[in-house]
């Protein structure tokens, strides 16, 4: 619901804490990653709070990063859908413009008849594609300004920027999304994206020559066209003043999109903390955003992931003696390492807030949160609730 | 939300396993039907998996089978209202066409001044009923082929099959849903229904002629004029290879309307099993409907209800024997025992799978399932989080 109308002054700070990917499930008998954890610091969060667990998108839909930071920040995921092209972009801080069309990028291996072998050209190594890269940055387009960057390993970035004529971004995928046939043409789902599909028709014309002769990576793929979201900021949505604390770029670019001021700091948590005490006296939505829990859920070390949510929890007390108002400690989806995916299953959150109706939950775990006192809600209302508690929110109705 | 994006291939063989009515109530101290059952087998399916509750059409809301069952296959309830007629025509295996109008008709009560005074003329047994409409069998319309065929008791289905003309189905039910008042003329709502209208007021026209003379049933009632829905199949909505293992034909019906195989077999469980086994190799979603719980809860019967429970437990081996990826147990709406009666209360559900994420509760009963990790969640979900588990929706958004 539109919350604007509801908003009220309040000098209370709100601080969202996301450990990517939190959310577990057991494995061999010990709990999920975060009941394994031994969470002195974020138990006593839970225990004088309330908690729950989310689904960032649908129950059983498994979210893209994109989709379940967008429901934390309390915007529809699925109506504010961020292209992949756009996504690729934020995650290395290239600087989207308005009215850039961007498309995330495969090596791909073709046969000699034309044919995809394989859309990934064996997952070249980052060096390799880096080089590939540095030869295609010698396209030229017509009317069209072209970036190609690297990425990592067989992925890249490409940008179309118009000269004279606006850009449509509905283009079909070029990547056929199977192997066993040639790739797609760019086909233009409108009018307003005829220039769009000409321009990139040429672009592949020309990487297929450039890359004639290499091996294993002897063409491109494009999916996911995209141009920047028209988004209303945290401050037009709800009079929040944002500040960003994350070390990636793709968590600072989707902040950014929401107008969040984006503090440059270390991947490392504690360079987001030194941050987070830097920026604390100027904002009023502060969101810590930690990567590692994902990152060891996608190795599939229950371990690693384990010590990573032990990290995260020997860390809160710096962060508590901030005295926010509103403290949300959760994840933007589910990772569990069993796993090595990002995975459907709903996420455990804790609100401590002086506020709070105390739900008798004493330890933050999945198993304990699927009783607590927020109940099963999508991510999306978390950001009302957080409101909510800071006093942000009048009554609605009379 | 559309998951046609989001499917992928995967080998996982689905299983649901749909009691109808399961749900119930305490009456007596003994806790609900389930809860008094002794069902080891569902227990421990529980225990390794997960459970919750879900609501078919919406809390509060009491679903007839239709709604529950469409909200099980993941179809909205009420967007996808399956006409009354319809449902009557499913119910006795009646080949219905696209473009039949069907009706669910009454044989009432009028006094000397036409008016109703027992809208199911003492509720008839069956043997007078199936008599009556062997004498309305007789009538003969211009431009429609009239059907009418026997139901239970005071029941009976009309169909009005177009010979040349499009009929439409919206025409107000000729019943009053009141006695003290005479029956309604069958009013068209728009113009595409107003030969339908004027068929269906020959049709009752030439029955009141036909059954003057009877006693008690001297006239009949028609309601829920619908036409075939168009819906989508399992295999467009989900990519899924359903087949049904019902023995009645409510449920038969309803699953061949959404391009469920439905195999030939008895009403009992047993046939039903042995139908399961043969159909297993050839399908990867299998639904088998065990129809004793609603019956023995409408009956009133609690400890029939809780031996319906019991069989079904002991069942319960012989299909987890056939290894599938996922089994869903639940009911398609409450019937307790202690209403007589479909309610509104919320069905349990438990979910086993390997990628579960198992959430401490230890035996199947509405009270553990209410504090289960699946929450409290519309029924129309459970279809999705079946595909989730089973591997067939790949991550939405990057």
Redesign the interface.
């Known amino acids: 619901m539109d919350l604007r109308p509801l908003l009220t002054e309040s000098e209370a700070k709100i601080l969202f804490i996301v450990a990517d990917g939190l ?4 494995s061999g008998g010990r709990g ?1 990653e975060l009941e394994a954890a031994r969470t002195p610091n974020l138990d006593r969060l839970a225990s004088q709070g309330a908690t729950g ?1 989310t689904y960032p ?11 379940g930071h967008m429901a934390l920040f309390g915007y529809d ?2 109506e504010h ?4 092209g756009v ?2 972009a934020l995650g290395i801080d290239f600087d989207l413009e308005p009215g850039d069309v961007a498309a ?1 990028g495969n090596f791909c291996t073709l046969d000699s008849d034309g044919v995809v072998t394989d859309r990934r050209a064996g997952r070249i190594d980052s060096r390799e594609g880096a080089r590939l890269v540095r030869m295609l940055k010698e396209i030229r387009l017509d009317d069209v300004e072209v970036y190609v960057e690297p990425v990592k390993e067989h992925r890249f970035l490409l940008v179309l920027r118009p000269k004279t004529q606006a850009l449509g971004a509905r283009v079909d995928d070029t990547d056929p999304h199977r192997i066993g046939t040639p790739p797609r043409e760019p086909r233009a789902q409108e009018e307003k994206s005829q220039q769009t599909a000409r321009a990139v028709s040429e672009f592949v014309a020309q990487a297929r020559e450039i890359l004639a002769q290499e091996e294993p990576a002897n063409m491109v793929l494009l999916r ?1 066209f995209a141009q920047l979201p028209q988004l209303a900021s945290l401050r037009e949505s709800y009079g929040l003043d944002g500040c960003a604390l994350a070390g990636y770029p793709m968590y600072r670019g989707i902040a950014r999109l929401l107008g969040m001021k984006v503090v440059d700091c270390g991947p490392d948590l504690d360079s987001e903390i030194n941050a987070l005490k830097t920026a604390w006296p100027h904002h009023d939505f502060l969101f810590l955003h930690f990567k590692e829990t994902d990152s060891r859920g996608e190795d599939g070390d229950f371990d690693g992931k384990v010590a990573a949510i032990e990290k995260l929890d020997r860390a809160i007390p710096r962060m508590i003696e901030l005295q926010p108002d509103v403290i949300v400690v959760t994840g933007d989806h589910s990772t ?1 390492s ?2 090595a995916s ?5 996420v455990p959150v804790l609100l401590n807030a002086n506020t709070c109706r105390v739900d008798g939950v004493v330890g933050f775990g ?2 304990a949160c ?2 607590g006192g927020l ?2 809600l999508p991510a999306k209302h978390l950001m009302t609730l957080a409101l909510a508690h800071a006093g942000h929110l009048r009554k609605f109705g009379a």
């Open positions: 959310g577990g499930i057991d999920t667990l998108v649908a129950p059983g839909i498994t979210p893209g990063s994109g989709p995921p699925v859908n961020i292209g992949r996504l690729t995330r996911g569990p069993a796993l990002h995975s459907w299953h709903p999945e198993t699927a009783g109940g099963h």
